[in-house]
């Protein structure tokens, strides 16, 4: 059973910066896409970033330049670091994992199939 479990998020003030990790265990595939969702309140989940097991990444416009995903050499925890941040960034942030999810659509929650609980990020003006 796929088990994802969020950590490092925080209060920050605007132009602070935060890394999220996501530990992961329990999956043997391969052929597997993880990524960052974040969901405001009263808003839809987006994602984020997302990284393919080529190390291929996938970031929204919205944090291009600013955050940075990544995961370590045994693929087992998964990363986003976060700079620059703004107000607008505050949300949950989700952890995720799919399957053979072709690039240009790896930021559509639908296509995942495992999710984390999510850890807070706070960013104060």
């Known amino acids: 059973q796929v088990q994802l479990v969020e950590s490092g998020g925080g209060s920050e003030p605007a132009g602070g910066s935060l890394r999220l990790s996501c530990a992961a265990s329990?999956?043997?595939?391969?052929?597997?896409?993880m990524a960052w969702f974040r969901q405001a309140p009263g808003k839809e989940r987006e994602g984020v970033a997302a990284i393919g097991t080529d190390g291929s990444t996938t970031v929204a416009d919205s944090v291009k330049g600013r955050f940075t995903i990544s995961q370590d050499n045994a693929k087992i925890t998964l990363y986003l670091e976060m700079n620059s941040l703004k107000p607008e960034d505050t949300a949950m942030y989700y952890c995720?994992?799919?399957?053979?999810?072709?690039?240009?659509?790896?930021?559509?929650?639908?296509?995942?199939?495992?999710w984390g609980r999510g850890t807070q990020v706070t960013v104060s003006s």
């Open positions: 995720a994992v799919g399957r053979m999810i072709p690039r240009q659509l790896r930021l559509l929650k639908y296509l995942y199939t495992q």
């Open positions: 329990g999956y043997s595939y391969s052929d597997y896409v």
